[in-house]
């Protein structure tokens, strides 16, 4: 079934670890994306690719790094977590800048 | 700044029709999208107007005004799987989505 695939699908971390949450699409989308959604906010973006190759920090870039080797994958790292990185974090895609998003099913992240 | 308000909670009854809200300014204007998130889960497309007007998709409408910077989504005869978050987000001229922080719609019997 085509589609965006998230992992973990939860984790729980401690403060100071490493993390990388995976994201992988078969739809071969140029763009892809990561929100983190936290209670009573918006979905804010952390780092978008247009395509691949390229990358660009979005609103809440800080503590996150993101790479775009190929048109499927967009892994997002946190180098080194904190609790205020507890969140649940999305992965999405489209085919073009206009497109509507399509959202993997969400990774949640408790940094304790 | 941009911004995208919409109302934080709404009820209403199964069967109904509820209207719900969005008023938007962004930094230019690409287009207005709905996205449906049921708890727990991914949110889900649900329509993108750019042009004034309505579009109707089945029970669900979607109506834009640009130079009110309003917009509002239209759910008919509502059913129990309707209760969900409702986002929308509006396209600057970079192309950069706006999110607002959605609207709870809880459906009651």
């Known amino acids: 079934i085509a589609g965006i695939t998230q992992a973990p699908t939860s984790q729980i971390l401690a403060a100071g670890r490493r993390m990388t949450l995976r994201c992988t699409q078969d739809m071969r989308h140029n763009a892809m994306y990561w929100y983190r959604q936290d209670l009573g906010l918006g979905l804010r973006l952390i780092h978008y690719?247009?395509?691949?190759?390229?990358?660009g920090k979005g609103e809440v870039p800080d503590g996150y790094s993101v790479s775009r080797a190929n048109t499927d994958d967009f892994p997002l790292t946190l180098a080194s977590a904190v609790p205020s990185q507890t969140s649940v974090y999305f992965c999405a895609s489209s085919d073009n800048s206009e497109g509507p998003l399509h959202f993997g099913n969400g990774t949640r992240l408790t940094v304790t | 700044g941009q911004n995208i308000d919409q109302p934080t909670e709404m009820t209403a009854t199964e069967g109904a029709i509820v209207q719900i809200n969005c008023t938007y300014q962004t930094s230019g204007f690409n287009g207005l999208f709905w996205y449906q998130q049921h708890a727990g889960e991914a949110p889900t497309f649900l329509s993108y107007?750019?042009l004034d007007g309505l579009e109707e998709k089945g029970r669900f409408s979607s109506f834009l005004s640009r130079s009110k910077g309003y917009s509002y989504l239209l759910l008919k005869e509502l059913q129990m799987k309707d209760s969900a978050s409702y986002l929308c987000a509006g396209l600057d001229s970079n192309y950069q989505l706006i999110w607002g922080a959605g609207t709870k719609l809880i459906i009651k019997p």
């Open positions: 690719s247009n395509t691949a190759g390229t990358t």
């Open positions: 107007n750019v």
